[in-house]
T-cell receptor
Framework: EIVMTQSPATLSVSPGERGTLSCRAS??????LAWYQKNPGQAPRLLIY???TRATGIPARFSGSGSGTEFTLTISSLQSEDFAVYYC?????????FGQGTKVEIK | QVQLQESGPGLVKPSQTLSLTCTVS??????????WSWIRQPAGQRLEWIGL???????SYNPSVKSRVTISLDTSRNLFFLNLTSVTAADTAVYYC??????????????????WGQGTLATVSS
């Protein structure tokens, strides 16, 4: 199965600053990658699919890029509600697999 | 707005069967656009897709648990279920139910999890 590796494990950012998260696949997944946000006690939320398409209702400050094996999630100006754990997921191959997560914390 | 809620016993003894229920509200499970899934996350580990079921009853399972798992549904009550047999401590995890929707682009359609429950902790211990 495809292994997804996220970096860094923890990202410390000040509110209003830009945050950049990375996700690497052990083999090409084309553009078949999603990003999710998880806040404590809440359900995971779909942010991005198709590597770069924002899901319904997701603010424009979230953007995704990449294809093949290298992907990036960028949060242009971090708001208080954005401090959370972020997961990437490939759905190009079965079984679908997830990264181990990046925690975005307040600096 | 669709909502999903997991329920079930929080504690299961080793070798027994873990049974969880997902209650779906705000949507019909008979829609041909959706797939109903279970995903779990052991503490400190990554999310693991367990399997899914379509409105027709067709299922697909992760090979890692395929011999022990059954997912079923009751569309009349908007419920779907997870049964995991012969559990061990390695099955201790937060279990999520989720709805996957077919998103189509680039000439193909893909199942993407667009709504999730909050998760329920299931602990395997004697």
């Amino acid at each position: 199965e495809i292994v997804m590796t996220q970096s860094p494990a923890t990202l410390s950012v000040s509110p209003g600053e830009r945050g950049t998260l990375s996700c690497r696949a052990s083999q090409s997944v084309s553009s078949n990658l999603a990003w999710y946000q998880k806040n404590p006690g809440q359900a995971p939320r779909l942010l991005i699919y198709g590597a770069s398409t924002r899901a319904t209702g997701i603010p424009a400050r979230f953007s995704g890029s990449g294809s093949g094996t290298e992907f990036t999630l960028t949060i242009s100006s971090l708001q208080s509600e954005d401090f959370a754990v972020y997961y990437c997921q490939q759905y190009d191959n079965w079984p679908q697999t997830f990264g181990q997560g990046t925690k975005v914390e307040i600096k | 707005q669709v909502q999903l809620q997991e329920s079930g016993p929080g504690l299961v003894k080793p070798s027994q069967t873990l049974s969880l229920t997902c209650t779906v509200s705000g949507d019909s499970m008979t829609s041909k656009s959706f797939y109903w899934s279970w995903i779990r996350q052991p503490a400190g580990q990554r999310l693991e897709w367990i399997g899914l079921i379509y409105a027709t009853g067709t299922t697909s399972y992760n090979p890692s648990v395929k011999s022990r798992v059954t997912i079923s549904l009751d569309t009349s009550r908007n419920l779907f279920f997870l049964n995991l047999t012969s559990v061990t401590a390695a099955d201790t995890a937060v279990y999520y139910c989720a709805r996957a929707t077919a998103y189509c682009y680039g000439g193909a359609c893909y199942k993407i999890y667009d709504h999730w429950g909050q998760g329920t902790l299931a602990t395997v211990s004697s």
